[in-house]
Every structure is written in C-alpha cells, then in structure tokens.
C-alpha cells in the first residue's frame, strides 16, 4: 500500500467509448503524475501536475484528457481511443513539484484494453 | 540531461548477492541516482538514492565512486521475492517546469531469481 489509490484497475473500452480513470492520493503530496507503461516499453511520463496547475504535457495526443481538480485528486479523461493505446496506465506522487530526484510514490495502475 | 544505460536482464540465485550496474557519464554536479524496483502490473517503488560514495537501507545498498559516472545497485541474499524490473534514474531535486520531462525511466534491469 503506497497511499496511491486507482480505479478502476481493469478497463476494456471500445474505440468510441469515453471512460475516466480515477487516481487519489492521501499522502498529501502536492505534485502528481500520470505514466503509460506498454508492453515491452519503458514507462512513458505523460502529464504532470504541480499544486493542481498542469506543468508538463510530454506531447499527449488530444484523446487523452487530465484533470486535477485538487491536489488528492487525479483523472485521464478518455476519448475515442485506439489499440495502441491499450497499456498500463500509472499515477504518482511527489511531495514537491519535481525534479527528477524527487521520491515518486506510485499506485497500482489501471490496466486498459481498447477493443 | 544524464543519460543511463543498464544491462538488460540479470539471473541469479536465491540466497545470492547481486549487484546491478548503472552508467551515466553525464551525470551532474546537482544529480542524484535513484533507484526504483517494479514488480509486473504494478507501479514502481523507491529503493534507495545517493549522491556520492555509499548509502544502505533495509532493502539495498548503492555504491557510487568518486568520479560518479556509474553506480552499483546491491541487493544482499537476494529471494524469488526480488525478481522484478530495476530502474536507474538520475537527475537533481530541483523543481522546475522543464525538469519533469527528465524523468526517463528507461528500460529497466530485468533480474530473474531462481531456487
């Protein structure tokens, strides 16, 4: 238990679907990111989010959409996904706002399937 | 921004000292080396971190010589327990809005223990 909660942890959507996947943390942490992880590839960082304002964006296509709404709370917002995005998709968080040394605590990941 | 390569893939033994080897001959006066360990369909968890010389903890040891190009990842006796994917990160701890996209995990260490 690292204080890093997702959900759902197994999501399987077709390409027109919109789902959120849901990350909190209760470590009171004020930097948190998400990270895809696909088979057999490093783990990708893909948003950052640094007392709720967004401070990183590693050229994300559109179809994926964060939100923070507080500094527990993180969503990926998804829409009209493809297969290739079919992956792990991992939150963390970090006490401040990152440098890369920064411990990261992560969560369990949402395994995602896109049909 | 400090580039890492590590080997591959280890196999070793349980009861067995294993050491894992980092590369980084850019690394910079501010950066420190972190190492985290990744079960599968899990996220990624902190181990140990140094800046120089020698740090232990109850997990592991990181050895770094004084020239800090490279650092050694030690995990005493190891078990079944200890297979996993290890990764070696290297940056400062400064925060800064262009520091998060130097989170390059990379493709890991994949260490094998076998009976």
């Known amino acids: 238990e690292t204080g890093v909660t997702q959900t759902p942890r197994h999501l399987v959507m077709g390409m027109t679907n919109k789902k959120s996947l849901k990350c909190e943390q209760h470590l009171g942490h004020n930097a948190m990111y998400w990270y895809k992880q696909s088979a057999k590839k490093p783990l990708e960082l893909m948003f950052v989010y640094s007392l709720e304002e967004r401070v990183e964006n590693n050229s994300v296509p559109s179809r994926f959409s964060p939100e923070c709404p507080n500094s527990s709370h993180l969503f990926l917002h998804l829409h009209t996904l493809q297969p290739e995005d079919s992956a792990l998709y991992l939150c963390?968080?970090?006490?401040?706002?990152?440098?890369?040394?920064?411990?990261?605590?992560f969560g369990p990941g949402t395994r995602l399937t896109v049909l | 921004l400090a580039k890492t390569t590590q080997p591959i893939s280890m196999d070793s033994y349980e009861g067995q000292e294993v050491n894992i080897t980092c590369s980084h001959n850019?690394?910079?006066?501010?950066?420190?080396i972190t190492w985290y360990q990744q079960f599968p369909s899990q996220g990624p968890r902190f181990i140990i971190q140094?800046?120089?010389t020698k740090v232990t903890n109850e997990v592991a040891s990181l050895f770094i010589p004084a020239d800090r190009k490279s650092s050694t990842l030690s995990l005493p006796r190891v078990s079944l327990s200890d297979t996993a994917v290890y990764y070696c990160l290297v940056g400062d701890r400064e925060p800064s809005y262009s520091s998060a996209s130097k989170i390059i995990f990379g493709s890991g260490t994949r260490l094998s223990i076998r009976p």
């Open positions: 963390a968080s970090s006490q401040e706002r990152t440098g890369v040394s920064n411990e990261q605590f």
């Open positions: 140094g800046y120089k």
């Open positions: 850019n690394i910079a006066t501010n950066d420190y």
